[in-house]
């Protein structure tokens, strides 16, 4: 062989090298597929951003209609998290995955045809139905897939996937700003992505500890037997017929138990500190704030692709640093990065007008630096950890539990952005996000476990060596 070709491998990051090695490329395909459901969360949250402008002056909306066309979307997010919990035990991982993508087809040609603002909010609501639903069984679904070794970068390309759903629903904002009835075609094409989800969910298969749950050993066997090593199988068998022995229905009261409480904690720690930080302000008013720091409307909608490229590049990175840095020096690190971003934009619009104005570029490199650090750790980290910390009976309900918390607290903070910013001014709504940020360095600190190249099943043996 020659020297190039060698070269050039030794050149990839070794999370590359593996999860394009021949013995992965099953998983690889497993996470690709499945993380489509990540690109309809990112497509639709950052869609709307660029449309609501164009919607309030066709359906002439107002403050009030334009956001509830936002907050309907995440009220049912809310409602599909909840309840995605259970149909992802019955249904299995992969069914329910087939229900959200048909689902969310229907509801986003709804959305382009909506013939009033009250039409629109009901059909974003069933939209969010769809996207609360897939926002956690595409990381459960392919955490329960990947080998322990893999687990981390493998769960994180879903969050990759939901950023490249951001950075394309801006460059469709973008390229059909100048089109009559452009919002309507912005949410259309979202049932492409949706159709591509159902479609695939009929051809993968289910996952391994879904299988044996349910007593469907000999296909778990044959799943296993396209990504893992021959010896490893039986053992990996073992380790989920042991996590699987109470069969009894669990319930999500049960969560309150003293063995589940703490761990129940973590993952709502996790999933509130995610939002209070004001991440989907960002995310659904970027080009508000842009506009808020002297650029032009149009200059700020351009501008807005640029923070959904950072975004991009900072889930990339987190795929590559998570199996070899770990889950929690990340999150604390760059959950410390981001309230020194909070505090900087806080500062920025502490200053006079005329210095916000003649340096908006500050604000933009502030954002983009915010986007960064955001995902190298709360981004991707939270849906990593709840895929993995909890026991696998409880794990759809627990996993749940945590996402529904995360749409709220995104519904709450995204709501009411906009209120905050008048009645504690601009540069008070970033520096209570930065206190907020404080306070989640300090509960990463004391709480938060390494799960780090351990599977799932010793995991779950901690946990009740713990309790």
Not at 427 to 434: D, I, M, N, Q, V
Request: glycine share 10%; with cysteine; proline share 3%.
């Amino acid at each position: 062989m020659s020297a190039m070709p060698i070269a050039a491998r030794r050149a990839v990051p070794g999370f590359l090298r593996e999860m394009f090695a021949s013995e992965n490329r099953f998983i690889t395909l497993i996470a690709v597929l499945a993380a489509l459901g990540g690109f309809l969360f990112g497509y639709d949250t950052g869609v709307v951003g660029g449309a609501a402008p164009y919607i309030e002056k066709s359906l002439d909306t107002g403050t009030f209609g334009e956001s509830w066309v936002v907050g309907s979307l995440l009220l049912g997010a809310i409602v599909g998290a909840f309840a995605s919990g259970k149909l992802a035990d019955l249904l299995s991982r992969k069914w329910t995955k087939f229900v959200a993508g048909t689902i969310y087809t229907a509801a986003a040609l709804g959305s382009a045809l909506a013939p009033t603002v009250e039409t629109l909010c009901a059909a974003r609501f069933v939209l969010g139905l769809a996207v609360g639903t897939a926002s956690f069984v595409a990381p459960m679904y392919i955490s329960e897939h990947s080998p322990a070794r893999l687990r981390g970068g493998m769960t994180a390309f879903n969050q990759f996937m939901i950023t490249f759903g951001i950075l394309v629903a801006y460059l469709a904002d973008y390229a059909l700003s100048g089109f009559s009835h452009n919002w309507r075609w912005m949410f259309g094409f979202g049932a492409v992505p949706g159709i591509c989800l159902a479609v695939a969910m009929v051809f993968v298969p289910h996952t391994p500890r879904w299988l044996v749950q349910r007593g469907r050993e000999d296909e778990a066997r044959s799943v296993l037997a396209r990504s893992r090593p021959e010896d490893d199988i039986d053992d990996e068998i073992d380790g989920i017929r042991e996590a699987s022995r109470s069969q009894h229905a669990f319930r999500f009261r049960q969560l309150l138990g003293p063995r589940l409480r703490m761990l129940l904690l973590v993952g709502v720690g996790m999933a509130m500190f995610q939002q209070v930080l004001g991440i989907n302000t960002v995310i659904y008013f970027g080009a508000t704030i842009l506009k808020f720091a002297g650029y032009t409307t149009s200059t700020s909608v351009y501008e807005a692709v640029y923070l959904g490229i950072i975004n991009m590049v900072g889930a990339f990175a987190a795929m590559l640093l998570l199996d070899k840095v770990g889950r929690r020096p990340l999150m604390i690190t760059g959950t410390a990065g981001n309230v020194l971003t909070l505090i900087g934009l806080g500062w920025f619009f502490h200053m006079s007008s005329g210095f916000q104005h003649a340096n908006p570029s500050v604000a933009l490199g502030l954002i983009m630096a915010y986007l960064l650090f955001f995902e190298i750790s709360l981004g991707p980290i939270f849906w990593v950890m709840i895929a993995e910390i909890y026991p696998l009976r409880s794990r759809a309900k627990a996993m749940a539990a945590a996402t529904m918390v995360n749409w709220t607290f995104n519904f709450l903070v995204s709501y009411f952005f906009l209120q905050m910013t008048t009645d504690i001014s601009k540069a008070g709504t970033f520096w209570l996000y930065a206190g907020l940020g404080v306070a989640a360095v300090a509960f990463f600190s004391w709480k938060l476990p390494e799960t780090k190249d351990r599977s799932l099943e010793d995991i779950e043996r901690q946990v009740r060596g713990a309790a």
